[in-house]
């Protein structure tokens, strides 16, 4: 569906929410949260480096945001055990989850597939599909106990087409979609969890020079001027959109 860049929210649009952001370290990610907070959000940042997810704590306690919370997680090596423990200690801290945002996410290789490494491919499925769903499955009671719960799946143009060379990374943003709206339709009109997904598009990012090395970053919308959309998918503006497929910023030209 349209992007929502011109979405203006109002200033305190996440105040009282908490909201789970994965990736949280840099890039959009890290441009989510603090645009979370900076909203009024309780925001819970969760990536594999510690001292970026420091950074950006710090980043929001001086901007004077709610104070954020840290869990350092690595979807690579994430365990069942890993995603119950952390809604365990999500349940004691918080007692609910008002939104979670699945950002985090691994390029692997632009190649052929003939030529691809299987345990590459696996890493990537690791990263962008098998550990988001069981972390969704381990966190729903918690997303259950908010009055309105948004889930964002991050997904890709090549998620919703497919392009030569770009193996596990745009199988997986397609097995997104399709957990997005079996999710979707299983939780409609039963809880007010819902579900959507969200390509970002070209964004001035480092998987983007990864995958694009010869290209004029300049070119491309920075993270932080994509959050519209974001924001208005985790909010209450959002409220009753579920099993939907949006984009951050219009296709480019």
């Not at 001035?204 to 491309?220: I, V």
């Amino acid at each position: 569906m349209s992007c929502k860049i011109d979405y203006q929210p109002a200033p305190n649009l996440l105040e009282n929410r908490v909201v789970l952001v994965t990736g949280a370290g840099d890039g959009i990610g890290r441009a989510a949260a603090l645009t979370y907070a900076r909203h009024g959000a309780t925001v819970i940042l969760l990536g594999r480096t510690i001292a970026k997810l420091e950074r950006v704590y710090d980043e929001i306690e001086a901007a004077g945001g709610p104070q954020p919370a840290i869990f350092p997680l690595n979807f690579e090596g994430a365990t069942l055990k890993d995603f119950h423990d952390m809604a365990e200690t999500l349940d004691k801290e918080f007692g609910r989850l008002d939104g979670l945002l699945h950002n985090a996410g691994l390029l692997g290789r632009i190649t052929p597939f003939e030529q691809y490494n299987p345990e590459l491919w696996d890493q990537v499925m690791q990263v962008n599909i098998n550990g988001p769903i069981w972390m969704t499955q381990a966190l729903l009671p918690l997303l259950q106990a908010s009055d309105d719960a948004s889930v964002i799946f991050t997904s890709s143009s090549v998620g919703r087409k497919g392009r030569a060379y770009w193996g596990a990374y745009s199988v997986s943003k397609f097995a997104t979609e399709g957990f997005m709206e079996v999710l979707a339709d299983e939780l409609e009109n039963q809880t007010n969890v819902r579900v959507n997904t969200l390509n970002p598009g070209a964004t001035r990012t480092q998987m983007r020079r990864t995958a694009y090395p010869g290209e004029d970053p300049f070119t491309l919308r920075t993270p932080e001027e994509v959050m519209p959309t974001y924001l208005w998918l985790m909010g209450p503006d959002s409220k009753g959109v579920s099993g939907q497929k949006f984009d951050a910023q219009p296709p480019r030209v």
